[in-house]
C-alpha cells in the first residue's frame, strides 16, 4: 500500500481552468502538507493543516484553495490556472505530536503543465 | 529567521570517489535534521535522520552524516559514490520548540556521478 498517494500524476490544462489535485496518505499522521516544487527543484511550501486545521499558510495567491475533509486527506483546488503554476506539486504528511514519526512522507508528485 | 543553506548546487563526482554534500542552518537551538534524496520524476525519500544522541547518523544506500552543533551544520557523505547515487539531495530542518509543524528545505544538491 502506498503510503501518501496523490493523484493524478500528471495533469495538462488551459490557462484559465480550474483544477484539482488530490492527497491521502494511510500512515494515520496528523499533519499534512502542500509543497510546491519549480523547475529549478526549490521546494517552498503552500499549505499545513493538523487534524483538520489550517496551520501554515504561506504567501500563495488566493487562487489555490486547500480543503481537508479529513486527517487522512488533503486537496488542492487552483482556480484560473496561469502559466505561472507550472510545477510539481508534492503532499507530504508527518506526525506532530508524540514525538516520533517526526519526519515527512511524500507522494509522487503532480506534474502540472499549464498551456 | 530560520533557514537551511546547502552551499553546492551541483557535486559532479567519478564513480566510486567519495562525496561530501553540505548543510547549514540558522539556529543552534534544538532541531531535528533530515537529508532526502528525489530521483528523476519521483518524490523525495528519506535517507536518514537526527533526532538525538550519537552525532553520527547512518542511513540507506551507505549515506551517512554528521551533527556539529558547534557550526550548525549537518554534512551528508557516502565514501565511494555509484552511478545510481545520481539524483537531487535536500537537506530538511524542523525546529521542535519554534515550529514544530514545518520543515525547513534547502535548495538542494545535484549529485552528478560520472562513469
Known amino acids: 500500500d502506498t503510503a501518501v498517494s496523490q493523484t493524478p500524476k500528471y495533469l495538462v490544462t488551459q490557462m484559465g481552468n480550474d483544477k484539482s489535485i488530490k492527497c491521502e496518505q494511510n500512515?494515520?499522521?496528523?499533519?499534512m502538507y502542500w509543497y510546491k516544487q519549480d523547475s529549478k527543484k526549490f521546494l517552498k511550501i503552500m499549505f499545513s493543516y493538523n487534524n483538520k486545521e489550517l496551520i501554515i499558510n504561506e504567501t500563495v495567491p488566493n487562487r489555490f484553495s486547500p480543503k481537508s475533509p479529513d486527517k487522512a486527506h488533503l486537496n488542492l483546488h487552483i482556480n484560473s490556472l496561469e502559466l505561472g503554476d507550472s510545477a510539481v506539486y508534492f503532499c507530504?504528511?508527518?506526525?506532530?505530536?508524540?514525538?516520533?514519526?517526526?519526519?515527512?512522507?511524500f507522494g509522487q508528485g503532480t506534474r502540472l503543465t499549464v498551456v | 529567521a530560520q533557514s537551511v543553506t546547502q552551499l553546492d548546487s551541483q557535486v559532479p563526482v567519478f564513480e566510486e570517489a567519495p562525496v561530501e554534500l553540505r548543510c547549514n542552518y540558522s539556529?543552534?537551538?534544538?532541531?531535528?535534521l533530515f537529508w532526502y534524496v528525489q530521483y528523476p520524476n519521483q518524490g523525495l525519500q528519506l535517507l536518514l535522520k537526527y533526532l538525538s544522541g550519537s552525532t553520527l547518523v547512518k542511513g540507506i544506500n551507505g549515506f551517512e552524516a554528521e551533527f556539529n552543533k558547534s557550526q550548525t551544520s549537518f554534512h551528508l557523505r557516502k565514501p565511494s559514490v555509484h552511478i545510481s547515487d545520481t539524483a537531487e539531495y535536500f537537506c530538511a530542518v524542523r525546529f521542535p520548540l519554534y515550529n514544530f509543524n514545518k520543515f525547513y528545505f534547502g535548495s538542494g544538491t545535484k549529485l552528478n556521478v560520472k562513469p
Open positions: 500512515l494515520g499522521h496528523d499533519t
Open positions: 539556529s543552534s537551538v534544538s532541531v531535528y
Open positions: 507530504a504528511s508527518s506526525q506532530a505530536s508524540g514525538g516520533w514519526n517526526t519526519e515527512a512522507f
